[in-house]
């Protein structure tokens, strides 16, 4: 079955520096979702990226799909507390009607 | 549209209690999907539903039963609660697979 390993789980950064979450899957990846979430509360949907090289922008936030290497990194520039919460990449894993796999997430702390 | 809703938001439950949560969605989703997450674990899935009338198991079934009478409501049933039980559980929908999955709030759950 595939596993998606996210790195690093947690993360506490200055507000204003900018801040990567890595995305590892041990199967291809034919499709990967990244949510966030805020503590307490659901996953909201961020990006959806489907193909090798995809980059997609939603505010400060992109996020980039290597085939390859199998794995999509999230990239926060010049971050915000808006940012604090916990970003989960889920992957298409291929098959019949398989759900998402998710990984188990990385928190991300803002501070002043 | 209210998109996915969870009744109850927060629950009690003594050992051995039963209970019912409920999930609704009013997006016309084929899919839909029952979660826990807990500390460390990340999600991971329990049941889910490709359509009205079917159910299949996910990674951690054992303790659960749903039902998807219809197409807009997945229930999730705990039969005989235990402590293990205890944790946040999360109802998402799809429109088809694989697809943006859309969340509700969750139901915080504790078993004493």
């Known amino acids: 079955s595939q596993e998606l390993e996210q790195s690093p789980q947690s993360l506490i950064v200055q507000e204003g520096k900018n801040l990567t979450i890595n995305c590892t899957s041990s199967?291809?990846?034919?499709?990967l979702y990244w949510y966030k979430q805020k503590y307490g509360e659901g996953l909201i949907f961020l990006m959806m990226l489907q193909k090798g090289g995809e980059e997609k922008s939603h505010e400060k936030i992109t996020a980039k799909l290597d085939e390859k290497k199998q794995q999509s990194s999230l990239h926060i520039t010049a971050s915000q507390p808006s940012h604090a919460g916990i970003y989960l990449c889920g992957a298409d894993a291929r098959g019949g009607n398989t759900p998402l796999v998710f990984g188990k997430g990385t928190r991300l702390s803002v501070i002043a | 549209n209210a998109g996915v809703t969870q009744t109850p938001k927060f629950r009690v439950l003594k050992t051995g209690q039963s209970m019912t949560l409920l999930c609704a969605q009013d997006?016309?989703?084929?899919?839909m999907y029952w979660y826990r997450q807990d500390p460390g674990m990340g999600l991971r899935l329990i049941h889910y539903?490709?359509?009205?009338?079917?159910?299949a198991k996910g990674e951690v079934p054992d303790g659960y039963n749903v039902s998807r009478l219809k197409k807009q409501n997945f229930l999730l049933g705990l039969e005989s609660a235990a402590p293990s039980q205890t944790s946040v559980y999360f109802c998402a929908s799809s429109y088809i697979r694989p697809d943006t999955q859309y969340f509700g709030p969750g139901t915080r759950l504790t078993v004493l």
């Open positions: 997006m016309n989703h084929e899919y």
């Open positions: 199967k291809t990846l034919y499709g």
């Open positions: 539903s490709v359509g009205e009338g079917t159910t």
